[in-house]
């Protein structure tokens, strides 16, 4: 564990990583985040937020600047997991992202066809404005 942490409460930590995670993520998100929307294991690395409902437009915005076809118009995630292992053993992983639950709604930029699908299988994607 960090040696930052190994006195703090468990509910000073968490409140701690929600004030981050809302920082960073708060354009993204359409509510605020709570505290009982986060699962944290700071010995085991881990950290997990659920049920969080994307902001479109302001996601969208990243999208366009990165020159996606896709337009989305609405979108959320079940959960996104993070791992990070401080020390691993030689050949493995350092760290880690899963999320599972994640849907959305979209559709091409005007004047774009639709790419052929490439979202994972775990991804749950409307198609509500006529691509095949």
């Given at each position: 564990?960090?040696?930052?942490?190994?006195?703090?409460?468990?509910a000073?930590?968490?409140?701690?990583?929600?004030?981050?995670?809302?920082?960073?993520?708060?354009?993204?998100?359409?509510?605020?985040?709570?505290?009982?929307?986060?699962?944290?294991?700071?010995?085991?690395?881990?950290?997990?937020?659920?049920?969080?409902?994307?902001?479109?437009?302001?996601?969208?915005?990243?999208?366009?600047?990165?020159?996606?076809?896709?337009?989305?118009?609405?979108?959320?995630?079940?959960?996104?997991?993070?791992?990070?292992?401080?020390?691993?053993?030689?050949?493995?992983r350092?760290?880690?992202?899963?999320?599972?639950?994640?849907?959305?709604?979209?559709?091409?930029?005007?004047?774009?066809?639709?790419p052929?699908?490439?979202?994972?299988?775990?991804?749950?994607?409307?198609?509500?404005?006529?691509?095949?």
């Open positions: 564990m960090a040696g930052w942490a190994r006195g703090w409460p468990e000073l930590k968490a409140r701690a990583a929600r004030y981050a995670l809302q920082r960073w993520l708060g354009p993204f998100l359409e509510e605020p985040l709570r505290l009982e929307q986060l699962g944290l294991d700071l010995r085991g690395g881990t950290g997990t937020v659920r049920d969080l409902r994307l902001r479109a437009p302001a996601l969208d915005e990243l999208l366009a600047g990165a020159g996606a076809p896709l337009e989305l118009l609405e979108g959320g995630l079940g959960a996104v997991t993070v791992s990070v292992t401080p020390r691993p053993p030689c050949c493995s350092l760290c880690g992202c899963a999320t599972p639950g994640c849907c959305g709604r979209s559709c091409p930029r005007p004047g774009r066809r639709c052929p699908p490439c979202w994972p299988p775990s991804c749950r994607v409307s198609r509500s404005c006529g691509c095949a």
